[in-house]
Nanobody
Framework: VQLQASGGGLVQAGDSLRLSCATAGFTLAQYGIGWFRQAPGQAREGIACIDTSDGSTYYADSMKGRFTISGDNRKNTVYLQIDTLKPEDTAVYYC??????????????????????WGKGTQVTVSS
């Protein structure tokens, strides 16, 4: 099983970025995929979750508006679009998988408790 986040980099405030999470070794449609981030010195936080079997998406309350999660089962890839980037978005962004998608209905603070698989993160740095 593999998940690999990519697409991060150094960007300016106000820019947009699309992160990719390439998956392999499992049937994407059977798993909920979540995006998380962890800023230096801070706890990891959930951003969004997607059930690619039907396209249902879920967002942490604090992340609604500038973040858009999407998926492509043919490419086994899930995306996270981030618009109007802010310096406080600077963090390592991770994708993770957990069987089923019922967990997406939980509060985002509980999402990362029992994820089955984690990928290596991708660094996003936003300069002001």
């Amino acid at each position: 099983v593999q998940l690999q986040a990519s697409g991060g980099g150094l960007v300016q405030a106000g820019d947009s970025l699309r992160l990719s999470c390439a998956t392999a070794g499992f049937t994407l449609a059977q798993y909920g995929i979540g995006w998380f981030r962890q800023a230096p010195g801070q706890a990891r936080e959930g951003i969004a979750c997607i059930d690619t079997s039907d396209g249902s998406t879920y967002y942490a309350d604090s992340m609604k508006g500038r973040f858009t999660i999407s998926g492509d089962n043919r490419k086994n890839t899930v995306y996270l679009q981030i618009d109007t980037l802010k310096p406080e978005d600077t963090a390592v962004y991770y994708c993770a998988a957990r069987y089923g998608s019922a967990w997406c209905l939980l509060p985002a603070a509980q999402w990362d408790d029992d994820m089955d698989y984690w990928g290596k993160g991708t660094q996003v740095t936003v300069s002001s």
